[in-house]
């Protein structure tokens, strides 16, 4: 009896992003399996009475979209009804944000939480008119008196919060703030509300840990978003103990057990691959072996769905902040440093190093928290002489972030078949702001994804979210224009590249991140049916035009997850 197919698709633009980056016209999914692609004589005969055709009429068929450094939870957490939006530009101003918490303030009992997310200096007016104007609590209170505020940047490495709120977590002129961290204060030592990095553990410590219904809510929330925008697969960089303390625990470990229910029940539309993160910011190489250990390797359900791919440390910090580990000054000067123990960099240098090798050793895949590019060599000779000392095949260790990843850190990568995963959406919204922090000529090349491709280096597409919205349509557009969100100037022209190469880092080289690549990443038969339809003709549409295309079509293992097609 003859095996007919569920799907066919024909008449479009079938991109299959294989070896030769052949166009085809027409695909069939069966049992969830690409099962032919071609032209329409191709998969005529799989045209059964139960098969679903879909004319595309000259849209474009691509592989889902694998987002490849996604924190699903925290960017459900992150958006409304959760939180208030504060991202460019539901706000333009400080007195924007003010007046979004006063509205917040109106709509909950007292003495509540408020919670904001997205908040980007780079997009207030008052900051952007003067540099040294920064948000404070003064900003929040007379709008909030009696609430505690907690606003979080659009970084994740920046926390604002109102007088209520440091007089509830307990913050005074006296408080100390952890290694690695930084409480902002005025020029009379008091705190003004502002707290970077390690520090925003004290907050974090101080507010009600998500109920486990907040985080399959936001779960939900995400995933939701993800099949809207043709997202097919994603990694949460980092989920464990050492999450706990980060955005209410919303990268903690109960997360992941969150993520196995939606799994079981049936919930889970979208493929999970998974970091552990055994310990955060500032600790000592000593706590990160005695956590991994315990942590040890937990078993998959079922890896297609939810794999458990490595381990993620952090290096250093960000740049507008100034934590990133760099080889020459900032403006206004300072280097940054790595964020690990240690009183100098030769000792923190150690603790990374210490680090890497006992999690390379104990068989891990690597994902590092890295944008400096002090701190980017020092990760990638890190990982080169882990593989030196214990030789293991194929072990994908990457660079996350890689802002300002080096010729030599480039060509260490590539000799040892190791990846940098980067972030186009982040380029297009910071790159007029790093200015004044590295000067014109590192900000114009900050993630550099022309060098990293030419010098063989395997670059994966992540947006960070909720960093940034995990638009990988502006993604595409940025790598390819360089264009910033802000100004429209383009920032770094020479590393531009083409479509091809933007769509494969958010797919076949994603997927080779995930250690995936042979069954996903691309649209040839024997792969998983992961499918995205955008409305247009991709490959002739102008750059500046690819992120209003609409995506109309998003498949998951041959199941349709979003669909505003009409047949």
């Known amino acids: 009896m003859a095996?007919?197919?569920?799907?066919?698709?024909?008449?479009g633009r079938v991109v299959t992003v294989d070896a030769e980056f052949s166009v085809a016209s027409a695909l069939a999914v069966t049992g969830g399996i690409i099962s032919a692609v071609g032209g329409r004589d191709d998969v005529a005969p799989l045209v059964g009475p139960g098969t679903r055709?879909?004319?595309?009429?000259?849209?474009?068929?691509?592989?889902?979209?694998?987002?490849?450094?996604?924190?699903?939870?925290?960017?459900?957490?992150?958006?409304?009804?959760?939180?208030?939006?504060?991202?460019?530009?539901?706000?333009?101003?400080?007195?924007?944000?003010?007046?979004?918490?006063?509205?917040a303030v109106g709509r909950v009992p007292g003495g509540q939480w408020i919670t904001g997310h997205g908040w980007d200096t780079g997009y207030l007016d008052e900051c952007v008119s003067?540099?040294?104007?920064?948000?404070?609590?003064r900003d929040l209170d007379a709008v909030s008196p009696d609430h505690p505020v907690v606003l979080y940047s659009f970084s994740g490495h920046a926390t604002w919060v109102n007088s209520k709120a440091l007089e509830l977590i307990g913050i005074d002129r006296h408080t100390v703030?952890?290694?690695?961290?930084?409480?902002?204060?005025?020029?009379?030592g008091e705190p003004t509300g502002l707290l970077h990095e390690g520090a925003q553990a004290l907050i974090q410590n101080a507010l009600p840990p998500l109920s486990r219904q907040e985080r399959t809510d936001a779960i939900r929330s995400n995933l939701a978003t993800l099949a809207r925008l043709g997202i097919t697969?994603?990694?949460?960089?980092?989920?464990?103990?050492?999450?706990?303390?980060?955005?209410?625990?919303?990268?903690?470990?109960?997360?992941?057990?969150?993520?196995?229910?939606?799994?079981?029940?049936?919930?889970?539309?979208?493929?999970?691959?998974?970091?552990?993160?055994?310990t955060g910011m500032a600790s000592t190489a000593e706590e990160f072996a005695r956590t991994l250990t315990a942590l040890g390797k937990p078993g998959d359900a079922d890896p297609r769905r939810l794999a458990i791919l490595g381990v993620k440390i952090f290096a250093d910090g960000i740049v507008p902040n100034k934590t990133s580990w760099m080889h020459e000054p900032y403006v206004g000067g300072g280097c940054g440093s790595l964020c690990v123990g240690g009183e100098t960099d030769a000792e923190r240098t150690a603790e990374i190093d210490a680090m890497i090798r006992h999690a390379h050793a104990a068989g891990h895949q690597l994902g590092v928290h890295v944008t400096g590019d002090r701190a980017c060599d020092t990760v990638a000779d890190a990982f080169a002489a882990a593989m030196a000392e214990h030789p293991r095949p194929d072990a994908r260790h990457y660079v996350i972030h890689g802002d300002f990843l080096t010729a030599h850190s480039m060509k260490v990568l590539a000799e040892h078949g190791f990846g940098v995963n980067m972030n186009p959406t982040i380029k297009w919204t910071v790159a007029d702001m790093e200015e004044e922090f590295?000067?014109?000529?590192?900000?114009?090349?900050?993630?550099?994804?022309?060098?990293?491709?030419?010098?063989?280096?395997?670059?994966?597409?992540?947006?960070?979210?909720?960093?940034?919205?995990?638009?990988?349509?502006?993604?595409?557009?940025?790598?390819?224009?360089r264009e910033s969100k802000a100004a429209g100037r383009v920032s770094g022209p020479e590393q531009c590249i083409g479509l091809a190469e933007a769509i494969r880092t958010y797919t076949i080289d994603a997927a080779w991140q995930d250690f995936a690549d042979d069954w996903k990443g691309s649209l040839e038969p024997g792969k998983v049916a992961d499918l995205c339809v955008l409305d247009g003709d991709l490959l002739t549409a102008d750059p500046h035009d690819i992120p209003e295309m609409p995506v109309v079509l998003t498949v998951v293992d041959g199941q349709v997850v979003h669909d505003t097609l009409r047949d």
């Open 3 to 11: 095996t007919y197919a569920d799907l066919v698709f024909l008449g």
């Open 53 to 103: 055709v879909v004319d595309l009429q000259g849209a474009t068929l691509l592989p889902g979209i694998n987002d490849s450094h996604l924190h699903g939870c925290a960017f459900g957490m992150s958006t409304p009804p959760l939180s208030v939006d504060l991202s460019h530009p539901a706000v333009s101003s400080l007195a924007d944000v003010a007046e979004a918490v006063r509205e």
């Open 130 to 137: 003067d540099p040294s104007r920064l948000p404070s609590r």
């Open 177 to 188: 703030a952890p290694p690695g961290g930084a409480i902002v204060v005025d020029e009379d």
């Open 233 to 278: 697969s994603y990694t949460e960089p980092g989920l464990g103990p050492g999450g706990d303390g980060i955005m209410r625990g919303a990268l903690g470990a109960e997360t992941l057990d969150v993520y196995r229910r939606l799994l079981a029940d049936g919930e889970l539309t979208a493929r999970l691959g998974v970091l552990l993160l055994p």
């Open 438 to 481: 590295v000067g014109a000529e590192r900000a114009a090349y900050a993630w550099p994804y022309r060098d990293a491709i030419d010098a063989g280096v395997r670059v994966a597409s992540g947006s960070d979210a909720p960093v940034t919205s995990p638009d990988w349509r502006q993604g595409v557009a940025t790598m390819m224009l």
